[in-house]
């Protein structure tokens, strides 16, 4: 049975509501697109890979549904977008807003709503009839003091393992094993390990970051990883240790040049046989299909063990930042972006999944299908490392904790604490 219980953002928000007409930056009031001169820029992180695949295949038909409108590419480069939230970040203090950015939806984000940096785009799903289109948890989840601030793309599963088979069995495995419980595949790991090969490969510090909420959903189950972020679960308690304790071990099984590496980098390890398992969100399925694998023969998939059931959800969304030079153009890329035929092409080249639920995937391929499903009847959860369960402020100090742990600046036990106090306790 589907879960009802919705993780929702930081009440309190003091967030200005403004209208499309109200936010434009440019001489004239006209957001500077009369005369033919309409554009919008779009911001995003989706700068090579599958990533820039779906952005492509996005921008084609939103180039076929508004084709006066000029779509200008402002993606930066950089793993689940470290470097270009920083750089937005500069541009918004600065008065210097793209016309629409990406976004995880849910409390990443609060503290753009916090500083008056993102319109109120409510009006804009009844335009859309997006209240219809999207699952009710889904507009709970985006909902903030009854205002919408972002509008989802897809929907992405955090929790998914992708393993070699051919790596597994020449460890002397069954690439088709189920695993019950993380500490059997721990011990399966520990075998692929002894045999020489890199057992599992993680990237730079916010990949590692979506391993240890894995780990902690895994130890601790749907409603204590929730009681995580809603200040119900205790940081400093006995499960999280244990939990913790599971990420080290995990992690001294992985690759040394982890820190210098991405998600494509850690990915590709398993696709060119580097290595036998990855722990990454369902994007990894695009680079699979990118690089002609087809499984089960040449990679397979399943929800990190002991999370089977649940499904770690996040959005990719975008939204309307306060003083956007070209609303009217914003506005049109977020009708693509919600449009059914947006999110169809959208997401068969991503990997994830649409949020509409009007949306057709009867094209898409096995690992989606199996996607739809699971987030139709499994219980949902929202992801710590793509910004539907913390601000960016506390998920900043969860990634440089988690840093210094597993660089060894820092023991388990100082590394809880730094985990308790970035979640408030």
């Not at 909420?213 to 130890?219: H, I, P």
């Amino acid at each position: 049975m589907k879960s009802n219980r919705i993780l929702m953002v930081a009440a309190g928000a003091s967030a200005l509501a403004l209208g499309l007409a109200g936010c434009g930056g440019t001489d004239g009031g006209d957001g500077g697109e009369s005369g033919g001169n309409a554009e919008v820029e779009v911001f995003t992180w989706w700068a090579a890979g599958s990533e820039k695949a779906g952005l492509d295949a996005l921008v084609g038909v939103f180039d076929d549904q508004h084709p006066d409108t000029k779509f200008v590419n402002g993606a930066v480069a950089g793993g689940a977008g470290s470097t270009a939230k920083d750089l937005l970040q500069s541009r918004l203090q600065q008065g210097d807003p793209p016309d629409t950015f990406q976004a995880h939806a849910g409390a990443e984000l609060q503290d753009y709503i916090d500083a008056a940096q993102v319109e109120d785009v409510s009006d804009l799903y009844e335009e859309f009839g997006l209240n219809e289109a999207f699952p009710a948890d889904l507009i709970d989840r985006l909902t903030v003091d009854g205002a919408i601030y972002s509008v989802p793309a897809n929907i992405h599963r955090a929790n998914m393992v992708w393993g070699n088979p051919s790596v597994i069995s020449d460890a002397g495995l069954d690439p088709e094993a189920e695993y019950a419980s993380l500490d059997e595949w721990i011990d399966a790991l520990e075998e692929i390990d002894a045999s020489g090969v890199t057992a599992l490969s993680v990237a730079q510090p916010w990949t590692q970051v979506n391993l240890l909420e894995t780990v902690l959903l895994a130890g601790l189950g749907a409603d204590s990883y929730e009681g995580l972020w809603s200040g119900e679960t205790d940081w400093t308690g006995a499960e999280v240790t244990a939990a913790l304790e599971d990420f080290e071990t995990l992690m001294s099984l992985t690759n040394d040049d982890r820190d210098g590496l991405d998600w494509p980098d850690a990915t590709q390890q398993v696709i060119d046989g580097d290595a036998a398992f990855n722990v990454m969100g369902d994007w990894a399925e695009a680079a699979f299909q990118e690089a002609g694998a087809e499984a089960p023969a040449d990679y397979v998939y399943f929800p990190v063990p002991g999370t089977d059931g649940v499904f770690d959800f996040l959005a990719d969304s975008f939204t309307l930042p306060v003083g956007a030079p070209h609303p009217e153009g914003a506005k049109a890329w977020l009708d693509s972006v919600s449009s059914a035929e947006g999110q169809e092409a959208f997401n068969m080249a991503k990997g994830s999944i649409p949020a509409r639920t009007d949306a057709d995937t009867s094209e898409f391929g096995a690992y989606q299908q199996t996607a739809v499903e699971s987030f139709q009847s499994d219980t949902i959860v929202s992801s710590l490392a793509h910004g539907a369960a913390v601000p960016v402020s506390v998920l900043n100090q969860i990634t440089d904790a988690t840093s210094k742990f597993t660089t060894g600046a820092s023991d388990l036990a100082t590394y809880q604490e730094e985990l308790a106090a970035a979640a408030g306790e």
